[in-house]
């Protein structure tokens, strides 16, 4: 696809800034609930240009209004957290912070979200209120909540996103309504056997074999007991076991990752997890302590709210250029978390140049910086028009 070139002459202005902003923050990238100097260059940022600001909303937070009072509220989120990644792309401004790095794009979401600000705050008359929400910790999934249980999204009719998406070409956008991201949760299980000499397991119950059939187990039991039109993915990425070679292990650690796309069955994953690794554990002799902790639910994207983006998107940018997702992702999302009190859409902003894009969370990872202007306009427009039609409502 050839990048179409936008045009908004009050934004290209100040365009040069958020670029420099944006390399800065690559450049100095900090871990979930230590964004300390990326929250602090926003919130001043922020008061720069004319918003009130709110510092420390869920830790490391910032919450920022203008024109708000007794009419209607529209909400922006962006985070600002990087990840325990070692940049490779060799950028004249990669990550001076070894094994540190912005690898899933929180630094062009955080310009993205102060491009609308700065624009936003040189409208002479805004017709409803705004406020933007300045994340911290979503790589954890522990910043919505943060946020949400300090009353960021108290008050809120309505709250939009956006998330990179190195698939798509810089340029375009993807939506989808309904569910766009999965529940997800951490599974933590310890498998208790008997230790014993290596050179006679029959003496003892060796917890790495049962932990390992655990593990293909519990993949083996997804095809043959759960309905296979709504997936489920049980992934471990940690096994601790075992204290020499020749002694059988008594307890082994696995900790993994669970993922699906249905709610109301993703509600039930935690005793039929627990039924399933009981019922393995026993028939070979031994036990299993079991703990599933729910990360996050689904990212449910209110229909009404995404075709009012997608009829934005489009005038921004062109039909052939805002495209229609398919399929939800696996991967998951804590704006989720800020879904429970407020209806909000979240969307996919292209980022690919020419040669494409390594993928989220690698560090080969580098995006396209031409995307900032297409995410600043998409939403402007849409927080624009979705003024528009509720400036006339007043709150019950």
């Known amino acids: 696809m050839k990048f179409r070139k936008l045009s908004n002459a009050r934004l290209q202005k100040f365009l040069p800034e958020l670029l420099e902003l944006r390399r800065h923050l690559h450049a100095h990238p900090e871990l979930s609930g230590d964004e300390h100097q990326t929250a602090a260059l926003v919130a001043g940022e922020l008061r720069s240009y004319g918003w009130s600001v709110q510092e420390a909303v869920g830790r490391t937070g910032i919450v920022a209004e203008l024109g708000s009072g007794n009419g209607p509220l529209v909400g922006l989120r962006v985070d600002m957290d990087a990840l325990p990644v070692e940049e490779r792309t060799g950028l004249d401004y990669a990550s001076r912070r070894q094994g540190l790095m912005h690898a899933c794009g ?20 805004l017709l409803t209120g705004v406020r933007l929400l300045f994340q911290p910790a979503e790589e954890i999934a522990e910043g919505a909540r943060w946020m949400r249980a300090d009353g960021a999204i108290q008050g809120l009719d309505a709250l939009f996103g956006v998330h990179v998406f190195p698939d798509l070409p810089v340029g375009t956008v993807g939506v989808r309504s309904g569910c766009i991201t999965a529940a997800a949760g951490e599974l933590e299980i310890e498998v208790i056997g008997e230790g014993g000499h290596g050179a006679r397991p029959h003496q003892s119950i060796d917890a790495i074999w049962i932990a390992a059939k655990v593990i293909s187990g519990l993949q083996e039991s997804i095809s043959r007991r759960l309905d296979p039109l709504h997936p489920v993915v049980i992934s471990f990425g940690h096994i601790e076991g075992g204290k020499a070679f020749n002694v059988i292990a008594d307890r082994v650690k696995l900790l993994g990752t669970v993922r699906c796309l249905d709610e109301s069955l993703h509600e039930r994953l935690p005793n039929w997890i627990e039924q399933t690794v009981q019922s393995i554990a026993s028939s070979f002799g031994g036990k299993a302590i079991v703990n599933y902790r729910c990360i996050t639910p689904i990212v449910y994207n209110n229909p009404d709210l995404t075709g009012l983006l997608e009829g934005c998107a489009v005038s921004v940018l062109g039909e052939a250029n805002v495209f229609k997702l398919n399929h939800p992702s696996l991967g998951a999302e804590d704006f989720a978390e800020l879904l429970q009190d407020v209806k909000g859409t979240m969307f996919r902003l292209g980022v690919a140049g020419e040669h494409g894009c390594a993928p989220l969370h690698n560090g080969q990872f580098s995006l396209d910086e031409r995307s900032l202007v297409v995410g600043i306009e998409v939403l402007l427009v849409t927080l624009l028009e979705w003024m528009k039609i509720h400036s006339k409502t007043e709150k019950k």
């Open 106 to 125: 929180h630094d062009l979401h955080t310009c993205i979200g102060l491009g609308v600000a700065r624009f936003l705050a040189e409208e002479e008359n």
